[in-house]
């Protein structure tokens, strides 16, 4: 369904965003001719250029700001406590699975409960658009153009309305390369000054949206490893778990780092190796 995609993408350029123009479509079989942004993106360019992570991670950040201080798009769903707390939970159903023999749903029920704690207070916020997989490999450097036009977007067929600390956490708790501490504290602290946002409120919500992220996606990786044969996601564990325990340094999530630390095993090698052999054992059936 190309639908999600073509409706955002207009959103996108019509907020003087770099979104790919769309050249050609055909709807009924699912295709779409886009323009081509090239090859650089943010995670190439910095493997290159590492020097370059500030002025990136600096653009990345005020394309947020801008993005929400615009009117909202129309027809995107929503992604607020329920369907944020239900996501989370697919963690149980691959990582823990996989590892415990069974999916623990008296864990699951207490993890619910808690990560639903925690979202309902910060929810009060006025939700604006995510494109939910923000990071550097969907950042495209474009740097003919002028100002955050420079970042080109890719993957946001996903886009939901939420809080806006969300897609700043996917920007800076990447998966798939390290963000310089002292980067996050100043991308952190751009989005706020920018936006006036409170920051005691901010850094609640922004632990909070990177943990029901960070944890999801140990779930998402596990279950791309073991469904579907791509044990290079199992590669990223341990980078997502070192998110989840930067979130919960944060005091507000006490409760819910003693029932984390106590029953989730570490994505450490060998349980890693574990999982990687649970992949071979698959695809040889």
Known sequence: DIDAFAAVARYLRSSALSA???????????????EDFGDNSFTTLLHAEPTKEHA?????????????????????????????????????????????????????????????????????????????????DNLMWLPARNGIRRVGLLDFQDAVMTHPAYDLASLLQDARRDVQPAIQQAM???????????????????AICGLQRNIRI??????????????????????????????????????????????????DPQIIESLRSTCRQNHIR
């Open 20 to 34: 790919p123009a769309i050249i050609a479509s055909d709807p009924d079989n699912g295709l779409l001719l886009l």
């Open 56 to 136: 990136l991670y600096g653009a990345a950040t005020d394309l947020l700001v801008h993005l929400h201080a615009g009117p909202p798009p129309e027809n995107v769903p929503n992604y607020l406590v329920n369907d944020m707390a239900r996501k989370s939970e697919i963690v149980f159903e691959w990582y823990i699975a996989q590892i415990s023999g069974q999916e623990k749903q008296s864990l699951t029920q207490k993890f619910r409960h808690e990560i639903t704690r925690l979202l309902h207070p910060i929810m009060v916020a006025a939700p604006t658009l995510a494109l939910r997989d923000y990071h550097s």
């Open 218 to 267: 140990i779930g998402v990786f596990t279950r791309l490893a073991i469904a579907y044969n791509k044990p290079g996601y199992l590669d990223f564990l341990p980078r997502v778990w070192g998110h989840i325990l930067d979130d919960l340094e944060h005091p507000v999530l006490h409760d819910l780092r003693e029932l984390i630390l106590n029953n989730f095993p570490p994505p």
């Open 188 to 206: 952190i602290a751009r989005y706020m000054q920018s936006t006036g946002s409170n920051a005691a409120e901010f850094l609640t919500a922004y």
